[in-house]
């Protein structure tokens, strides 16, 4: 009888705090916010060279079955990147209004087009230059990149 008290306590604690929103069923966003982090976030690098992009895009697994055919590396501190979600919302290409713009140094990685994986081979644009990021959660956190 007591472990059944306990458990619906429990039960009531953690449907108070959902419902406070002090806890979060976060697996989705978790797994979406840990592939951004994967696909797009390079923080002690600069980036900007072919051999980079070669190298970064075969080591986090775009290149595995096929090859990815654009991808874009920011080159800042994580809470510089957490510090976009907190700007004025913006609509992303899908429709939606959880978008956030801001300027950070950047590599785009552009397949060369005559490569096939798992070899891809990429051209490197290093720049500083205006992003758009999709984020979601509270806090929110990036999950897709949106441009």
């Known amino acids: 009888m007591a472990l059944q008290t306990t458990h619906a306590?429990?039960?009531?604690?953690?449907?108070?705090?959902?419902?406070?929103?002090l806890v979060q069923p976060s697996y989705g966003q978790d797994r979406m916010y840990q592939r951004f982090l994967r696909?797009?976030?390079?923080?002690?690098?600069?980036?900007?060279n072919d051999g980079y992009c070669n190298l970064v895009m075969q080591r986090r697994k775009m290149t595995s079955h096929q090859c990815k055919r654009f991808n874009t590396f920011i080159h800042e501190d994580l809470g510089?990147?957490?510090?976009i979600c907190r700007t004025s919302n913006i609509q992303c290409k899908n429709g939606r209004m959880n978008c956030h713009e801001g300027v950070v140094k950047v590599t785009d990685c552009r397949e060369t087009g005559s490569s096939r994986?798992?070899?891809?081979r990429y051209r490197a644009k290093a720049s500083t230059r205006r992003v758009v990021i999709a984020c979601?959660?509270?806090?929110?956190?990036?999950?897709?990149?949106?441009?």
């Not at 306590?9 to 929103?21: A, D, S």
């Not at 510089?80 to 510090?83: A, D, L």
Request: charged content about 15%; overall charge negative.
């Open 80 to 83: 510089s990147i957490h510090s």
């Open 9 to 21: 306590l429990l039960l009531l604690l953690l449907l108070t705090l959902l419902g406070l929103g």
């Open 117 to 120: 994986a798992p070899n891809c």
């Open 39 to 48: 696909q797009h976030v390079d923080p002690d690098v600069t980036g900007g």
């Open 136 to 147: 979601e959660g509270n806090p929110e956190v990036p999950v897709h990149f949106d441009k």
